[in-house]
């Protein structure tokens, strides 16, 4: 059990446009997911903590207008990248929690995204 | 502020045994994880440890001392697949995960 799966695993768009990254916990429930982005020889960057039902919680310099985050049911949730800019290519990972532990966190296989 | 270190990259040899260290200061401490994280992939589950000492699991074992905020990484009989990055997390008090930047393993034949 607890596997995360990401949609899709990698996506090429022009510079302007917004891109939508799923994250889906496949058998089991998942109040909190974890939005993380990694630069290449870099360790994962949390940008957002996204609780089912109510509003992501952003780490300081990432702009929640620009990476707009939806958590409306217990097993999704997305993370838009709106008007996304070259410098935006980068790996996204998702990560959810049981909702029923705090400790351990599956992580989804990671989206690359490359912008034109 | 929290910070989590461990050496940015180590070299072993295959068959061999490797120790990867790491220190943490945070604001509450609920465990440590250790991923294995390879090239253009998501990281992978090794180890959790919350309490005092060794953690064995097949090759690899996890270790930590709560009052040296230290814990460290073996990994015994190095395959080749083994070449990989390693990354050490600590969860606070507000269950949020601390990354270090990991450490970046080579393995040579």
């Known amino acids: 059990g607890a596997v995360v799966s990401q949609h899709p695993s990698w996506v090429i768009c022009k510079s302007g446009t917004s891109v939508k990254i799923e994250c889906r916990s496949l058998d089991f429930q998942a109040t909190t997911m974890f939005w993380y982005r990694q630069f290449p020889k870099q360790s994962l960057m949390l940008m957002a903590t996204?609780?089912?039902?109510?509003?992501?919680?952003?780490e300081q310099g990432v702009e929640k207008d620009k990476f707009l985050i939806n958590h409306a049911s217990l097993t999704l949730s997305t993370l838009t990248v709106t008007s996304a800019h070259p410098e935006d290519s980068s790996f996204y990972i998702c990560?959810?929690?049981?909702?029923?532990?705090?400790?351990?966190?599956?992580f989804g296989p990671g989206t690359r995204l490359t912008v034109l | 502020g929290q910070n989590i270190d461990q050496p940015t990259e180590m070299t072993a040899t295959e068959g061999a045994i490797v120790q990867i260290n790491c220190t943490y200061q945070t604001s509450g401490f609920n465990g440590l994880f250790w991923y294995q994280q390879h090239a253009g992939e998501a990281p992978t589950f090794l180890s959790y440890?919350?309490l005092d000492g060794l953690e064995e699991k097949g090759r690899f074992s996890s270790f930590l001392s709560r009052s040296k905020g230290y814990s460290y990484l073996l990994l015994k009989e190095l395959q080749m697949k083994d070449s990989a990055s390693y990354l050490c997390a600590v969860m606070d008090s507000n269950y949020q995960l601390i990354w270090g930047a990991g450490t970046k393993l080579i393995i040579k034949p």
């Open positions: 440890n919350v």
């Open positions: 996204s609780n089912e039902g109510s509003k992501a919680t952003y």
């Open positions: 990560s959810a929690r049981r909702t029923s532990e705090f400790n351990e966190q599956f």
